[in-house]
């Protein structure tokens, strides 16, 4: 890994020395060298840690966290607000406008994440509880569990493989236990590791095969229509799960309605997928899920979509229907139509705020996102799968989730959940042979190695201090500081303990020094080094 002088926040006071916990140490044992830009954790060397000393500032002190390109991995420092006036501002919080409210941040409970956990030997699985989970980690709030297999599993499966079972008498969640999964169990010792509150949702990439056309879960599509036997036992078997998960202490806050139903033009992917249009998924959920879930799970929250945000403005039948709106309470998005942001276009982050301006109350969350899913022939992208110990490739991918995650949160996003916790260093295991990328990667091959790559950092700038319930404040740039502020991005909240959290990624190769008036008035001063993300916390 690059290592890089210590620079960064300069106050108007004088800079107050930094803290840090255990340090980052790229040295693997697989490799025999040392691997650029992750951190290795390993069975003789700890993960890398991160202090919490942000909770005990002081009145007028700030705390600061670093995530720079050239090696800084959540360097933390303090500085000291000091008396101004807007004149000298650059950034201005205004604490009386609010915005939307903070869901979570995290990543999906796969058998793919489950399996390359449990090939762990034990101290380096809690090692990756830990960083996901505890205090001393970047503490995820959201999870996403599939329902039945998906691409990341090691072959397909359902819950009820008895043919025409409508009544669901033979549904079992048995194969969630199994050692082919470890999905349960995984779940049951995140819970036990977090002090935090974390929202579960569940998403189906397929029914159960014998409810398709083509008596095949690829590409499928439902027998029957909307109200009919099939698409009520459909409704049946989603009950089902989030009745057999609470039996087994997990309660499951939320649900999508299908993961990624869109047919696409080019069906390039052969992996489960479920497949209707904007109108169906309006039927299904006023004929069969909506009524259902009201039945039997009438604290459930119903999530549509669960698709690429480009597609978004083109779906909202459910909600133009005042039979299933009346179920609906959220729209998920991805975000793989950004295409790795080619020439720093893409993201559709407009139609997000066209969405919030005609649904105010219906909240979006980022559902699922990863790295490492376009071809290598792309050139504008960061290519296909792990991309272990490319500093380049590292870094960019680390870029596009702060692109997208702080765009997102600009553009009344609640919250960003990524794709698998771990995979391991091909990318998988994936039954489809789909590898991609995740941010912490598992040796899978020795059982006691593994490698925190930039996009971890990145997401615990958003993860660790944007807790439950923060409110995002109107932050905006002074005109004499627009221009010079063109290559960074922010954003800033208020969080439910009374802090104050302002996060400036800057895209730009240049230092940029920026002034941030607080809601009382008093200026800090912060330098953003370049291809760095900096999350300023400070006390209400």
């Keep these: 890994m690059v290592t890089s002088r210590l620079r960064g926040l300069v106050a108007l006071a004088a800079m107050a020395p930094f803290s840090q916990a255990i340090d980052c140490n790229n040295w693997s044992m697989r490799y ?323 969405f919030h301006a005609k649904y105010p109350y219906v909240f979006m969350l980022g559902t699922e996102a990863c790295e490492g899913y376009i071809p290598d022939w792309v050139i504008t992208s960061t290519g296909a799968g792990v991309k272990l110990g490319d500093f380049n490739i590292g870094w960019w991918r680390a870029h596009n989730y702060a692109k997208d995650i702080i765009n997102d949160l600009t553009s009344y996003v609640s919250g960003w959940t990524d794709w698998n916790l771990v995979l391991d260093t091909n990318g998988g295991p994936n039954w489809a042979k789909n590898f991609v990328d995740a941010p912490i990667i598992v040796d899978e091959t020795n059982g006691n190695e593994i490698y925190k790559q930039p996009m971890y950092y990145v997401m615990g700038h958003f993860s660790k201090f944007l807790t439950p319930g923060s409110v995002r404040l109107k932050f905006t740039a002074t005109s004499g500081s627009k221009s010079r502020l063109s290559d960074v991005d922010w954003t800033a909240f208020l969080t439910p303990e009374g802090q104050y959290v302002a996060i400036m990624f800057n895209k730009g190769n240049n230092e940029v020094t920026v002034k941030i008036m607080a809601p009382s008035g008093k200026l800090v001063e912060v330098v953003i080094r370049p291809t760095s993300i900096q999350t300023v916390v400070f006390n209400k």
């Excluded at 700890?46 to 919490?52: I, K, L, Q, R, S």
């Excluded at 009919?228 to 459909?234: I, V």
């Design 32 to 354: 025999k060298k040392f691997i650029d830009g992750v951190c290795v954790c390993n069975s003789t060397v700890a993960c890398d840690t991160f202090p919490n000393d942000y909770l005990k500032l002081s009145s007028g002190e700030a705390g600061v966290y670093r995530t720079t390109r050239d090696g800084e991995r959540f360097r933390y420092e303090t500085a000291t607000f000091v008396a101004g006036s807007s004149a000298d501002a650059d950034l201005i919080i205004d604490a009386s406008t609010t915005y939307q409210t903070i869901i979570g941040f995290g990543g999906a409970f796969t058998d793919a994440a489950a399996i390359n956990l449990y090939k762990m030997d034990d101290t380096i699985q809690d090692m990756i509880l830990d960083a996901y989970y505890s205090a001393k980690g970047i503490q995820y709030t959201t999870g996403r569990i599939p329902i039945s297999s998906t691409d990341f599993s090691t072959s397909v499966y359902s819950y009820d493989a008895t043919v025409d079972d409508f009544d669901m008498s033979d549904f079992s969640i048995a194969v969630d236990k199994s050692s082919t999964s470890h999905k349960l169990d995984l779940i049951h010792r995140v819970l036990d590791v977090t002090e935090r509150n974390l929202s579960i949702f569940a998403s189906s990439w397929a029914p159960p095969v014998w409810m398709t056309k083509e008596n095949t879960t690829l590409n499928c599509h439902m027998k029957g229509n909307p109200g009919e036997q099939y698409w009520k036992a459909l409704a049946l078997y989603y009950s089902k799960f989030i009745t057999a998960y609470k039996n087994e202490g997990i309660n499951i806050w939320a649900m999508t309605t299908q993961n990624e139903p869109d047919e696409p033009l080019v069906k390039l992917n052969a992996w489960q997928s479920l497949r209707f249009t904007a109108a169906t998924e309006r039927d299904f959920i006023k004929k069969d899920l909506g009524p259902r879930m009201k039945a039997d799970h009438p604290n459930l929250q119903l999530i549509v979509m669960d698709d690429n945000k480009s597609n978004l403005l083109n779906w909202l039948a459910a909600l133009e229907d005042s039979e299933a709106a009346q179920y609906v309470a959220g729209v998920g998005i991805h975000w793989y139509s950004n295409v790795d942001f080619p020439l720093g276009i893409g993201g559709s982050f407009s139609d997000l705020t066209t």
